[in-house]
T-cell receptor, first 113, second 109 residues
Framework: NAGVTQTPKFRILKIGQSMTLQCAQDMNHNYMYWYRQDPGMGLKLIYY???????DKGEVPNGYNVSRSTTEDFPLRLELAAPSQTSVYFCASTLTGDRYEQYFGPGTRLTVT | AQRVTQPEKLLSVFKGAPVELKCNYSYSGSPELFWYVQYSRQRLQLLLR??SRESIKGFTADLNKGETSFHLKKPFAQEEDSAMYYCALGTGGGNKLTFGTGTQLKVEL
C-alpha cells in the first residue's frame, strides 16, 4: 500500500494562475481531508469529504474548490492563486469507524509569487 | 468555537530528563483529544488518543476536563523522541480534527 500520495511535492505559481493539487489513497478510506499549514501555525482544515460525491467546507475554504468523484481521489483546486495561499498543503484520509486516526500524505509545498 | 493551545513552540530537554508537552483546549461538546507526531522526514501520524488510555513509546497523556488540558508526558526522554508534536481535538461530524500550533521537542545528549 502506498497510503496517501500527493503530487506535486513542490510548486511555484505566479499570482492569478490556477492549479490542482492531487491526492489519492489506496486504503479504501471514505473520509478525506485537505489541510494547509502556514509557518508557525497548526494545520487548518480547508475542505473534507465523507464519501464520493459529498464534500463540505472546513475552516478556511475561500479560494479553493474540491471534488470527489471516486473513493480514491480528492483533488484540491486553486483558482486565481494569491500570495496568501503560500503554504504547505496536506491531504489525509480515514475510515468511518476509526474515529480521528487520520493518515497523512507527505505534503505539497506551494509558493505563490 | 473550538480551540487547541500549545503554549511552547520549542521545548529542549536533556536525554533522560522528564518531558511534559502542554496542551489546553476549548470546546463546548464532549472532547476527544489526541496527540499526533511528525518525526524528521516522516509523515504526521497518530501517537495516542485519550480514550484508549494507553502508553505509546513511553508517552502518556491524561485528559483533565476540569483544567481543559491534555498534557503529554514521558518520564525519561530519549534522543529518538525529538520531533514535532501536535495536540488535536476531535470535533464531531466527519471525524474532523482541530490542531494546535505544535511544539518542537529537542532532546539533547
Amino acid at each position: 500500500n502506498a497510503g496517501v500520495t500527493q503530487t506535486p511535492k513542490f510548486r511555484i505559481l505566479k499570482i492569478g494562475q490556477s492549479m490542482t493539487l492531487q491526492c489519492a489513497q489506496d486504503m479504501n478510506h471514505n473520509y478525506m481531508y485537505w489541510y494547509r499549514q502556514d509557518p508557525g501555525m497548526g494545520l487548518k482544515l480547508i475542505y473534507y469529504s465523507v464519501g464520493a460525491g459529498i464534500t463540505d467546507k472546513g475552516e478556511v475554504p475561500n479560494g479553493y474548490n474540491v471534488s470527489r468523484s471516486t473513493t480514491e481521489d480528492f483533488p484540491l483546486r486553486l483558482e486565481l492563486a494569491a500570495p496568501s495561499q503560500t503554504s504547505v498543503y496536506f491531504c489525509a484520509s480515514t475510515l468511518t469507524g476509526d474515529r480521528y486516526e487520520q493518515y497523512f500524505g507527505p505534503g505539497t509545498r506551494l509558493t505563490v509569487t | 468555537a473550538q480551540r487547541v493551545t500549545q503554549p511552547e513552540k520549542l521545548l529542549s530537554v536533556f536525554k533522560g530528563a522528564p518531558v511534559e508537552l502542554k496542551c489546553n483546549y476549548s470546546y463546548s461538546g464532549s472532547p476527544e483529544l489526541f496527540w499526533y507526531v511528525q518525526y524528521s522526514r516522516q509523515r504526521l501520524q497518530l501517537l495516542l488518543r485519550h480514550i484508549s488510555r494507553e502508553s505509546i513509546k513511553g508517552f502518556t497523556a491524561d485528559l483533565n476536563k476540569g483544567e481543559t488540558s491534555f498534557h503529554l508526558k514521558k518520564p525519561f526522554a530519549q534522543e529518538e523522541d525529538s520531533a514535532m508534536y501536535y495536540c488535536a481535538l476531535g470535533t464531531g461530524g466527519g471525524n474532523k480534527l482541530t490542531f494546535g500550533t505544535g511544539t518542537q521537542l529537542k532532546v539533547e545528549l
